[in-house]
């Protein structure tokens, strides 16, 4: 698998997957009904660098890492990922994380936060945890989640200066070559 910049070319892919995972309303609170150009848009923003994730030639997910705050926060990077659905479960969003982890130390950034991640996505909290991720606060029945109701969504945060993190990450890395 590689991960590299998106280019123009990716946008089709890209589209294929934020429609899929958007339109099932299930892990992100934007607008299921999203178009094709709001949603590209929002991927490709000016502050945002966006990548894909390739493997035999198909793009099967894509991730954003910009600055979560501007100004004096934006030395704390924010991401969002998404793994087509015939690609989840085998190391897609795992080998996203490891690249945009180092991605963001080598840009500069001292931290990572995620300000929205939906209580019920279990594979994407597992997967932050298990690369030193803690929640850091949670939202009571922030996320109106289609099948379940309203359930709670965390904010969740990684120091990138942390030896910890760098074991981890070093680990993942020396893992996947």
């Known amino acids: 698998m590689q991960i590299r910049p998106a280019l123009d070319a ?8 934020f429609h899929e995972i958007i339109s099932a309303g299930e892990t992100y609170a934007l607008d299921s009904k999203m178009s094709r150009e709001e949603a590209l848009a929002y991927w490709f923003r000016a502050d945002t660098r966006t990548y894909v994730a390739e493997k035999n030639g198909r793009v099967v997910g894509t991730y954003i890492l910009k600055p979560n705050q501007l100004g004096s926060g934006s030395h704390v990077a924010n991401a ?3 793994v087509a659905s015939d690609a989840q479960g085998t190391g897609v969003g795992r080998t996203m994380a490891v690249h945009c982890l180092h991605e963001a130390r080598q840009s500069g950034f001292r931290a990572m936060q995620f300000n929205y991640v939906i209580s019920t996505n279990t594979p994407a909290i597992g997967l932050w945890q298990e690369l030193g991720f803690e929640i850091v606060g949670t939202l009571p029945s922030a996320f109106r989640h289609p099948k379940k ?8 945060f990684c120091s990138l200066v942390d030896d910890k993190l760098s074991s981890r990450v070093a ?3 020396l893992q996947k070559n």
Do not use: L, P, Q
């Open 10 to 17: 990716d946008r089709a892919a890209i589209w294929k997957i």
């Open 80 to 82: 969002a990922f998404m």
């Open 149 to 156: 109701g309203y359930v709670d969504v965390y904010v969740m």
């Open 171 to 173: 680990k993942e890395e």
